[in-house]
């Protein structure tokens, strides 16, 4: 079993940590990169910011934004498809963004395939 991976990307702006044991990935950013363009607008929505995109490909997982809707005091949370689409949708620009920028270096590619594989 390979041990826990923690790492920045740009020191104190955003970290990634995988997490073994159960198998998930983090990703945090601080305030610099969750309110960028490119988190904003560029890789993500006003709903679905990037940096949590890029958590849920990270985790395999498509996004699903809900909104929440209250009817005599009672929350029930409605899937919007409008912003579920456009979240999956930055979300494939940004997969297909990494996949353009792990393969420019070969280097790069190297390193990220044996990190990669060591956390499988």
């Known amino acids: 079993m390979c041990p826990d991976i923690s ?3 740009v020191p104190t702006a955003i970290q990634i940590a995988h ?5 998930l990935w983090s990703v945090d950013g601080d305030r610099s990169v969750t309110a960028s363009v490119a988190a904003s607008s560029d890789y993500g ?5 990037g940096v949590w995109l890029l958590e849920q490909a990270l985790n395999l997982k498509s996004p699903t934004i809900y909104d ?6 009672k929350e029930e949370r409605v899937l919007n498809q409008d912003e579920t ?5 930055k ?5 297909e963004r ?6 420019v270096d070969p280097d790069r590619t190297e390193r990220l395939v044996r990190f990669y594989n060591f956390a499988y």
């Open 45 to 49: 929505t006003d709903r679905a910011n």
């Open 98 to 103: 990494f996949r353009a920028w792990i393969f």
């Open 19 to 23: 997490l073994a044991t159960d198998a």
């Open 7 to 9: 790492f920045s990307v």
């Open 85 to 89: 689409l456009a979240a999956r949708e």
């Open 91 to 95: 979300q494939q620009r940004l997969k």
């Open 68 to 73: 929440v809707i209250v009817t005599d005091g």
